[in-house]
């Protein structure tokens, strides 16, 4: 089921699986992945899925995890959930290696308990660790 579509982005709601996946196209982050990315929260909330894939693989500068991804998690959930949320991000390869440092040299907001939050260079694997969780 589609919950947002524009030109660059798309947010889709798979029943069987239980979960949300974003799929951003873009150069750049723009507005649209914001109002995107916020919606996703709020659904997971507001129907308790516990599962996220964000599919960023084609856009092509390095994200900027605090602000863009973590930031607005941390604003939107509550401290605890009564059920684990899982949230896999696809990134292109120097994405991840960009996040990656920034992590390594402590530049991360922590996430809510009960996320984890977890970034993989293969929909593939991104894709088999939230069906193992």
Known sequence: MILFQAPEVLLTYHHQADMLQ???????????????????????????????????????PPT????????????????TLDWPVYIAAVLSEGQYQHQIGSYLMGNTTLTPAQVEFNYFTSRHEANAWLSDN
């Open 22 to 60: 974003l799929t951003y196209s873009a150069t750049t982050l723009s507005m649209s992945f914001g109002e995107a990315y916020q919606l996703a929260l709020e659904e997971m909330l507001r129907k308790k899925v516990g599962k996220l894939l964000l599919d960023l693989k084609r856009n092509a």
């Open 64 to 79: 900027d995890d605090e602000e863009h991804l973590l930031a607005p998690l941390s604003r939107t959930f509550p401290p």
